[in-house]
Nanobody, 113 residues
Framework: QVQLVESGGGIVHSGGSLKLSCTTS????????MGWYRQAPEMERELVAT???????NYANSVKGRFTISRDNAKNTVSLQMNSLKPEDTAIYYC???????WGQGTLVTVSS
């Protein structure tokens, strides 16, 4: 299965911003519905945002107005811009090709209070 690669995680203070990116060399992501998920310690993995091949987006209520999912087909990349970060956003963030089921290895986001 084609491997997705995430980048952009890190440590940021509450109220700060981070931008996550997801890419692969194994397929053209523009054809697929892509999603970002996250998993906090001792919590189940939850859907954060999705973007369809036609760029229709959907967000979890907890991130609406703060996070923006987008794609750059020229760079074969799907991104998640995260603003106004809160400590409860701390989690490992995963990129997912919803159509094929492929996952990335995850990137850790830590928001300090």
């Amino acid at each position: 299965q084609v491997q997705l690669v995430e980048s952009g995680g890190g440590i940021v203070h509450s109220g700060g911003s981070l931008k996550l990116s997801c890419t692969t060399s194994g397929s053209d992501l523009s054809f697929y519905t892509m999603g970002w998920y996250r998993q906090a310690p001792e919590m189940e993995r939850e859907l954060v945002a999705t973007i369809s091949a036609r760029n229709r987006t959907n967000y979890a209520n907890s991130v609406k107005g703060r996070f923006t999912i987008s794609r750059d087909n020229a760079k074969n990349t799907v991104s998640l811009q995260m603003n106004s970060l809160k400590p409860e956003d701390t989690a490992i963030y995963y990129c997912n090709n919803i159509d094929t089921g492929a996952w990335g290895q995850g990137t850790l986001v830590t928001v300090s209070s």
